[in-house]
Nanobody
Framework: VQVVESGGGLAQPGGSLRLSCAAS????????MSWYRQAPAKERELVAT????????NYADSVKGRFTISRDNTKNTVYLQMNSLKPEDTAVYYC?????????WGKGTLVTVSS
């Protein structure tokens, strides 16, 4: 099983980044996918979730209207489009796959928002 995030980097306030999470080794289309983030000295928090078929999404209040989660089950990939970035969005972003009691995590990708 592999869950690999990519797309992090440095962005200016007000800018955009698109994170990707590529999965393999399990039936991707059967799993709920989520993005979490962990800022320095803070607990990991849930950012966004998308249902297995992609029809339902949920967002943390702090990112609603700015971030969009999507998935392509033909590519076993989930995305997080991040717009209007703020310095407080700086964190390591993690991807998680969940089905029942089974969950798989990636190692994260660092997003830094700074001028």
């Amino acid at each position: 099983v592999q869950v690999v995030e990519s797309g992090g980097g440095l962005a200016q306030p007000g800018g955009s980044l698109r994170l990707s999470c590529a999965a393999s080794g399990f039936t991707f289309s059967s799993y709920i996918m989520s993005w979490y983030r962990q800022a320095p000295a803070k607990e990991r928090e849930l950012v966004a979730t998308i249902s297995s078929a992609g029809g339902m999404t949920n967002y943390a209040d702090s990112v609603k209207g700015r971030f969009t989660i999507s998935r392509d089950n033909t590519k076993n990939t989930v995305y997080l489009q991040m717009n209007s970035l703020k310095p407080e969005d700086t964190a390591v972003y993690y991807c998680k796959a969940l089905r029942g009691r089974m969950d798989y995590w990636g190692k994260g990708t660092l997003v830094t928002v700074s001028s």
